[in-house]
């Protein structure tokens, strides 16, 4: 169970990457259903002033001390160099020790492994910096294409917005599918992206922002249960079938039909946990049409039968399987 954050800050941390890590796990937003979180930002020494890496200034209320008290430690991104303070890697070394989860964001994994945490581990960080990470730390099991790596009680995150779907997969992973859908309505941000989907594609993302397909993908989620076809998606984005399928690659990182499946294993994880719905009504919910098709999807999504995940994250109990 979430109950605690800290997030540990550094100088030349970059703010948009804190500032996920704020958004996320920072505000009080039980008036949507989302547990309270102690959150807590950390610096080894409180209180005095620490440069970011956009020439604003950052001043952490807590010292390290406090992070040995929480469920889980964020480091976000800062500007990489050769050495970190001893204070900070001890402090993460006591974390993972005790039975904390450690995410980094983007080049918070240098620090990750200047601790010695990422040996022999699977992990990611941003497509840019993961040749220089491996030279760095060469015993690591780096995946440098995918948004994030959940290994366990350390997940690790690529750049920028994938550090948002990390948050977000934590938040879904420790609180459920409700408290993560919550928080991401409140910042506006699309569904959860799949950790396996690739950090960047060949073709450009589109710049004029009219193009975008966030409304066609907002109208696919309202409507899971219906059949997508490419032919039918391109005709309702008024584009051709290979200008539609360029462009969702460019948007989303990955083919409509993986987003869709992606989507509606969403969508059951969600049914599983909050409502008493048999698994083949599930199946029918959210758009997979027979209770075979979902196990097989979710199974290859999630790592579970849909029975199981069940049992495990439930609300209610004896719910019928």
């Not at 599983?272 to 698994?279: I, S």
Request: charge should be negative.
């Amino acid at each position: 169970m979430l109950r605690s954050v800290a997030a540990i800050v550094i100088d030349q941390v970059a703010p948009f990457e804190f500032g996920v890590v704020c958004e996320v796990f920072g505000f009080d937003r039980t008036d949507d259903g989302v547990p309270l979180i102690d959150f807590k930002v950390c610096g080894e020494r409180p209180g005095e002033p620490l440069r970011t890496n956009v020439g604003a200034m950052l001043i952490p209320e807590h010292g390290l001390d406090a992070v040995d008290e929480a469920d889980l430690v964020v480091v976000p991104a800062a500007s990489v160099r050769d050495e970190y303070p001893p204070a900070v890697l001890d402090s993460l070394r006591r974390a993972i020790d005790r039975g904390a989860t450690l995410l980094s964001v983007c080049s918070g994994a240098y620090i990750l492994g200047a601790a010695g945490l990422l040996d022999g581990r699977p992990c990611t960080t941003h497509w840019r910096n993961g040749q220089e990470l491996l030279e760095r730390f060469p015993t690591i099991k780096l995946d440098p294409d995918v948004l994030f790596v959940d290994d366990g009680n350390l997940v690790t995150s690529a750049g920028t917005a994938a550090g948002i779907d990390a948050c977000l997969h934590i938040v879904r992973r420790e609180l459920g599918s409700a408290a993560a859908n919550a928080i991401a309505r409140r910042m506006v941000v699309p569904p959860q992206r799949d950790g396996g989907q690739r950090q960047y594609v060949e073709v450009p993302i589109p710049e004029c922002t009219s193009d975008s397909l966030t409304p066609l993908l907002t109208w696919m989620l309202d409507n899971l249960r219906t059949e997508h076809t490419v032919p039918d998606l391109a005709r309702r984005a008024q584009l051709s079938e290979r200008t539609f399928a360029r462009r969702f690659v460019a948007e989303t990182g990955t083919t409509p039909a993986k987003w869709l499946v992606i989507q509606r294993v969403l969508h059951a994880r969600h049914l599983l946990e909050d409502t008493q719905l048999p698994v083949e009504k599930v199946a029918e919910e959210s758009g997979f049409g027979s209770a075979a098709l979902l196990r097989h999807h979710f199974n290859k999504v999630v790592g579970v039968p849909p029975k199981n995940y069940r049992r495990t994250f439930g609300a209610a109990q004896g719910m019928p399987a």
